[in-house]
């Protein structure tokens, strides 16, 4: 008989509840109670405020290249693509996570547990991996704008994108075969959903997982934007016919789209390093320590999942609300006017003048 199964036979012997007992602090290093009811409400509020605002910025960005036949570029396709990922993070795995906060138990049973656990990861992927597509576009259309796209339809990017999530979905099939409500036991029993596999699976898929979907995209997001950002400060203005190099002999509109274009993408660079970062760390952490299952590991387990989550918000903006047509899209959706009809930039315009397209 375990220490806690001899706990709860003195308890009966004394007429006393368990919950009694955690209540007056007997016996405390049996009692997992959770998380503080402060710290919940902290948790649950961020949480809250991420959902939302993740929601409303990529229901817009989905609803206006989705609604607006002039607006279903390749690099909107590949946009909104990334907006349907963080979509699903916002309404798939935002909510498991808060009713886990509220209830510090698993309450969704075994096939809630399977689905959250490779959601989770499933949604992560694409979004992580859409990123990558949206930077080798860009790369190409800016870098190397005389050779042939390798996504030169939207059909293609329909496919580019096909593959994207294919590959997401079998990158998750272990966390839905091996995760499974796991006890704490105890004078209170809890339960989490966890994965249930041995050490030696879980530190390889780890390091699978993190190099796949942080380190691998890192260095490309870095290198390919790296390149971006020189070939930015390198273009000349054509335009209007000067031929003197240099920066200098640029207009200063377009000096400051420039800058701007530039700015966006050190922010998408730093927006993902810094939002996933905390949640690999932790990953790598858990499995090297070993640690249980206890109020500390649980905040920061949800800690920086939370930090992960909040790039749903900030990549539409990055993205979308900073593209130009877009913006003219909200603005005329929120003034309630009709849009006028203007002629598409050619792509040497489009290179040249650098809408927010990058």
């Known amino acids: 008989m375990s220490d806690a199964e001899q706990l709860k036979e003195f308890l009966r012997e004394m007429n006393m509840t368990p919950e009694d007992a955690c209540e007056m602090d007997m016996f405390s290093e049996y009692c997992f109670d959770g998380l503080s009811y402060q710290l919940r409400y902290l948790l649950c509020t961020l949480y809250g405020i991420t959902f ?17 036949r002039r607006m279903r570029t390749i690099t909107n396709i590949l ?12 309404c798939l795995c935002i909510p498991f996570a808060v009713a886990e906060i509220i209830s510090y138990n698993w309450i ?11 959601l989770t990861a499933f949604a992560m992927a694409a979004s992580i991996l859409t990123l990558i597509c949206i930077a080798g576009d860009r790369y190409q259309v800016i870098c190397h704008p005389h050779q042939d796209r390798k996504i030169k339809t939207s059909c293609h990017a329909l496919g580019y994108l096909a593959i994207v999530w294919i590959f997401a979905t079998l990158l998750t099939v272990p966390l ?7 006890k ?3 004078l209170l029993e809890h339960t989490f959903c966890r994965e249930t596999w041995s050490q030696f699976y879980n530190k390889t898929y780890t390091i699978c997982f993190t190099l796949i979907l942080y380190i691998i995209p890192f260095l490309l997001l870095f290198v390919l934007y790296s390149k971006v950002v020189g070939q930015l400060w390198q273009l000349k203005e054509t335009f209007s016919g000067g031929n003197s190099g240099g920066i200098s002999s640029v207009p200063p509109s377009n000096v400051r789209k420039k800058k701007r274009a530039i700015k966006v993408l050190i922010l998408i660079v730093l927006v993902f390093i810094f939002s996933w970062l ?12 070993k640690s249980k299952i206890n109020d500390k590991s649980l905040f920061f387990n949800f800690t920086v999942k939370l930090i992960g989550f909040t790039s749903t918000f900030v990549n539409p903006i990055l993205y979308g609300l900073m ?8 603005m005329v959706g929120i003034n309630c006017r009709k849009i006028k009809k203007q002629s598409a930039p050619s792509t040497k315009e489009e290179l040249m003048m650098l809408p927010p397209e990058i």
Not at 52 to 68: C, E, K, M, R, V
Not at 108 to 118: D, M, V, W
Not at 278 to 289: D, E, K, N, Q, T
Request: hydrophobic content about 55%.
């Open 52 to 68: 939302l605002l993740a929601f409303i910025g990529n229901s817009i960005i989905i609803y206006i290249i989705a609604f607006n």
């Open 79 to 90: 946009v909104a693509s990334l907006a349907v990922a963080d979509m699903l993070i916002a």
């Open 108 to 118: 969704f049973g075994t096939i809630g547990c399977k689905l959250a656990s490779s």
């Open 176 to 182: 839905f075969i091996f995760s499974d409500i796991k």
């Open 184 to 186: 704490i036991s105890g």
């Open 278 to 289: 905390p949640f690999h760390v932790h990953s790598f952490l858990r499995f090297m320590s």
């Open 323 to 330: 593209n130009t047509n877009l913006k003219r899209y909200i």
